[in-house]
């Protein structure tokens, strides 16, 4: 019996859960705590979950099946319960279109067919309770924040990712453009004293004005790692006091709170509690790091500011030899598509890329999974859905997944190694 086996709490909704002694079998079996109990309103049901935290939930459709939908939505509506994998369980008198199609299209969600038994609830135990990477996306647009209502679909929010893995609770943060503001918000709603690493891939503007507004950084009992490769004009600490000046911002660097440490990223391997950072230069203006994490035999790749020339011009042949070998087989690939070729065109040198070019990169680098981001702020909402669902449809068969970055979207990996903490 292990110690993780312990910590994973399945959460069973049903008015009869004597009835399903194959399923609570299987849960005992892997030493899971099964959490039962009737509850008698849609209210008292969303409560119970939320202040539990379940790693799981089976759910009986017999039970509030008039209201599955919305109580599900209100349950991944929610930050703290947005991404508990549900399980749907049907019996022989069920009809089939009980579960809707748009209900088994939400995030998360599966489904146990009538007659199942004690392999099928293994099986999915081990694949839904499998130990995960969560990547949040907290910002996803380029240059400057866009609050205009045609750009809420998508977000409106600089550069922020959020990575959580499952072997603790220190915050793992890639960038500190305006995104992380909202983060900071709900860390300071759901967790009392925060420690982490932020990892900033250059000091342009969109990446770090979130950084101030970070309410985290306030509170003397949390502590960061703030990291930023080296610059011309000096290292980490000199970078952002240079912003966060008089001139600029009322809030200087000794006006924070935390227990902050200033480190200047150096390429190459750094080793953490379990995981590992990497960086390679960008092709940027100025010196930008795309941040490489590997995690549980699982590759991450962080690059939304990079110009990947056209390849069929063969102008970067070093950078592309070496990036291609950097980001070989990633899982996941996180990369700048600020323009179409059209627009590149025209803003050649200013540090970003076409998306035909970085999906043609990425899919020459046998990349998994591609989430394009960085998003123009004159892109709204109509044309990035129109976008998004021609990569898709052109794509799709070439990756795992293709599509581009959306604030508050969450993805889970699945890891495939044991840790080593």
């Not at 000091?203 to 507004?213: E, M």
Request: aromatic content about 10%; charged content about 20%.
């Amino acid at each position: 019996m292990s110690n993780q086996s312990l910590n994973k709490k399945i959460f069973l909704v049903s008015e009869q859960p004597s009835d399903l002694p194959v399923l609570t079998s299987a849960v005992e079996k892997h030493d899971f705590r099964l959490i039962t109990g009737a509850q008698s309103s849609k209210e008292e049901l969303v409560s119970r979950i939320r202040t539990s935290h379940p790693d799981l939930i089976f759910w009986d459709i017999q039970s509030f099946k008039q209201d599955l939908l919305s109580l599900v939505r209100s349950l991944q509506d929610h930050a703290e319960t947005e991404s508990i994998p549900i399980c749907f369980l049907r019996s022989q008198n069920d009809s089939a279109h009980q579960v809707s199609e748009e209900l088994k299209s939400l995030a998360y969600v599966s489904l146990l067919e009538p007659g199942f038994g004690g392999k099928e609830v293994h099986s999915l135990l081990d694949r839904l309770l499998k130990p995960s990477v969560a990547i949040k996306f907290w910002g996803v647009r380029g240059s400057t924040p866009c609050a205009n209502k045609e750009n809420i679909f998508y977000g409106g929010n600089t550069t922020c990712v959020q990575v959580e893995l499952p072997f603790t609770d220190e915050l793992l943060i890639l960038d500190s453009g305006t995104g992380i503001r909202n983060l900071g918000n709900y860390l300071t709603e759901f967790r009392d004293n925060v420690t982490g690493h932020i990892f900033i891939t250059h000091p342009h503007w969109d990446h770090i004005q979130g950084f101030p507004f970070f309410k985290p950084i306030y509170n003397p009992d949390n502590h960061f790692e703030i990291h930023m490769p080296p610059q011309v004009t000096g290292g980490c600490r000199e970078i952002l006091s240079g912003h966060l000046t008089k001139t600029f911002f009322p809030v200087t660097l000794d006006m924070f709170d935390a227990n902050l440490n200033y480190i200047t990223q150096q390429s190459g391997l750094t080793e953490y509690n379990g995981y590992s950072i990497e960086y390679m230069s960008a092709n940027h203006p100025i010196n930008t790091a795309i941040y490489k994490l590997r995690v549980g035999g699982k590759t991450i790749v962080f690059c939304p500011d990079n110009e990947l020339k056209p390849i069929e011009q063969k102008t970067n042949a070093y950078f592309y030899t070496k990036f291609k070998e950097f980001l070989k087989d990633a899982d996941v690939l996180i990369h700048d598509a600020q323009y179409d070729k059209t627009t590149y065109q025209k803003r050649t040198e200013w540090g970003h890329s076409a998306w035909e070019t970085t999906v043609d990169f990425a899919l020459r680098s046998g990349v998994k999974n591609l989430f394009l981001t960085h998003h123009d702020p004159d892109s709204n909402d109509t044309y990035l859905k129109q976008l998004d669902q021609q990569i898709q449809e052109e794509f799709s068969a070439d990756f795992e997944s293709v599509q581009l970055a959306k604030e508050g979207a969450k993805i889970q990996l699945k890891l495939e190694e044991p840790i080593a903490t």
